[in-house]
Structure formats: C-alpha cells, structure tokens
C-alpha cells in the first residue's frame, strides 16, 4: 500500500526548514504532497499561484527533486477534506521550538475531531534549520540581507524579484 503524506502551509516562501522536512518525511513515506493554501484571511507576500511556482521551482529545478515522490498543488478547503481527496491519512507538521507545539496539537486535535482516521506526524528539521521560517527570510531580504542559507536559488530570486 502506498503511503501519501499531505503536508499543508502558505509556504510564502518556501525555506530550506520546508525542505528538510520533506526529505525527512520521504524516508518514513512513499509520497509527500506539498499543500500551499489559499486561505484568503492571510496577508500573502506571493499569491497562490505564485508560491507554486516558487515551490515547484524550488524543488523540481534547483533540488531535483523526483516529481512522483514530492507533489506541489494549491488547495482552500479543509485539510482533512483535501487529504480525503488525496488518499491520505497522514498530515505532516514541522516544530520548530516548543513554541509551535501548543498551537500544532491543537490544530492536531480539531483535525482529528474532523476526521478520526487521519494522523499527524510532527517532524523536527535539523539544527541548523530550525530557526528559519518565512517571516525571517522575507524581512532578512527586504532589509538588503543574505538569504543564501535559508531558502533556494531561484526563490531568492523570486523575492528579490518582489522586493526591488
């Protein structure tokens, strides 16, 4: 049986914590599905349809990553419908610090309230990653920094491409 693992986020940009987080995930599973949402009450540096070129970008052209193994889409509905959709009964979650556990088991818990049969994995991205997220690579750029550490070629491009 092939197992599918969603792992859902705005991904705006996508950062080599994402990334290393799909690896991890590819040794424990078959596919893993990269969700970016649309969720309209967000204020999005990249729309939609940008953040999946980004991501495709990302991992297909500067990583190579095989696309049968790493699937990229767009979603806005509920993550426990989309992972019906999708054949999957796994949502991958990334932590960070013990910060992100509170709000991570609550999300946990209400999917699991939504839909008994899907589980959350919760991964951890490797030292050197842990302290990167979105937020802190966009204001890093804006800001005229160096972003090579945290996120890819051609999404340092995209964002400068923004930022200028």
Do not use: W
């Not at 599918?4 to 994402?18: E, K």
């Not at 991964?123 to 945290?150: P, R």
């Amino acid at each position: 049986m092939k197992r599918n693992v969603l792992y859902p986020g705005t991904f705006d940009p996508i950062t080599y914590g994402h990334i290393d987080l799909i690896k991890k995930a590819l040794k424990i599973v078959d596919t893993v599905i990269v969700a970016i949402s649309e969720n309209s009450n967000k204020n999005y540096l990249f729309n939609a349809n940008e953040r999946l070129e980004i991501v495709e970008n990302a991992l297909y052209k500067d990583l190579k990553f095989n696309s049968k193994k790493v699937k990229v889409i767009t979603f806005n509905s509920l993550t426990t419908q989309l992972c019906k959709k999708m054949k999957s009964k796994i949502i991958l979650r990334g932590l960070r610090a013990v910060s992100d556990f509170e709000y991570e088991y609550q999300l946990a818990g209400m999917n699991k309230n939504l839909d008994n049969n899907i589980e959350t994995m919760f991964l951890m991205s490797d030292i050197e990653n842990q302290i990167i997220s979105s937020n802190f690579v966009k204001e890093i750029i804006e800001l005229g920094g160096n972003i090579k550490k945290f996120t890819t070629p051609s999404t340092i491009k995209a964002l400068k491409n923004k930022y200028v």
